[in-house]
């Protein structure tokens, strides 16, 4: 078991060096044409495929880094060049952890290098679970899966939305229910294939940030996957919902379902993206301020301008101290009994956007310009407050988890 360690290695830093460079002359370069184009950074992606950052190889390699920090390190990085290119270019990674959380090792091995592609053929995944009605209340999800023993395929009907590069996916992975009864315990993921007949893209969503994500609904009508597709097997999840129903007849102990397995392995991941976009508008400040003169002298030189600097940079190190006490706890098999994972999102998230406005307040009008990148990482900021989980679900994460209580 790695030792908790704020020392990264050599290995580490020269990768983490690798891609702030990537960040800097590639990412940051094309921002804001992509922001204002609001379309899928499609050559940033390829040129990161070229150099072997979207790929699955590099990913498994942060992944299983020993310590955990692999997978934060290189967010904070990548994000700290572009929040809405960033996200294109991590966003496979999602819908790929849900098949790492979910699925069996012959499901691993052939569904997450289809998700990439190559250099040459670059594609895309989705994790689709939000819904209209249905967002932090999962409960209330409506796609259904209803098994057709006879063909041994699951037919998929309903529409979700918020999907990170929905309907332009090579491969989607899709929750739905299977025992309505059981409510957010009765859930299962399933992979739809390339080409899948019955899976279109609905509305792609005109967004306040991150505009250079691709965000759309996927509308599912009569969509039929073979069983090899259901995420785990049947018999793994006959056995789950099995267990499902006996504890929710004795008032027993609660099951996580397939949705918020992959978000919790997630969180410190979007967490670290927070911390590398509040990181990003700090360093435009604090250069800024520096450098503008008001009154005969740098606008640093007054109180005001300096306690703001020395308030947002303890912010974002203790951010980031809570995300990588995070990850490391969940690569070493911690469990997160004061719901670590959750803390780590929620304070990273509420410090981007805190940090971020006070980078735009510094510029002064110049920060309200788009001349200026804090502009943009400001707009940016507000989506790690939403998506998966937002701060209230957080909040009412980390209280359950510490009172034992079902607060309402």
Known sequence: ???????????????????????????????????????????????????????????????????GLGIPMAMEELFWGDAGIALSIVGTGLAAVGVLANGTEEQIGTWIPQMYGDADDVKVAAFCSSEPDAGSDVASM?????????????????????????????????????????????????????????????????????????????????????GHCLLGGKEKLDQRLARAHERAASGGERVKNAAMATFEASRPAVGAMAVGTARAAYEVALDYAKTRTQFGRPIIDNQGIAFQLADMRTQIDAARLLVWRASWMATTGKPFTSAEGSMSKLYASETAKKVTAQAVQILGGNGFTREYPVERMHRDAAIYTIFEGTSEIQRLVIARTLSGMPIR
């Open 142 to 226: 409506r796609t259904r899966a209803v098994y057709d023993q006879a063909k041994d395929e699951w037919v998929l009907n309903g529409t979700k939305t918020w999907a990170t590069n929905g309907g332009i996916a090579n491969v989607h992975v899709v929750v739905a229910v299977v025992d309505p009864e059981l409510g957010s315990k009765g859930h299962a993921s399933f992979i739809v294939p390339p080409d899948t007949p019955g899976l279109s893209q609905g509305q792609k969503f005109k967004k306040h940030g991150i505009r250079a994500s691709h965000t759309a609904e996927v509308v599912l009508e009569d969509v039929r996957v073979p």
């Open 1 to 67: 078991m790695a030792e908790f360690t704020l020392e990264l290695n050599d290995d580490q830093k020269q990768v983490r060096d690798w891609l702030h460079g990537f960040a800097a002359h590639v990412i940051r370069p094309a921002a804001s044409e992509w922001d204002e184009r609001e379309e899928t950074p499609w050559p940033v992606i390829q040129e990161a495929a070229k150099v072997g950052i979207y790929s699955l190889d590099f990913y498994a390699q942060q992944f299983f880094d020993p310590t």
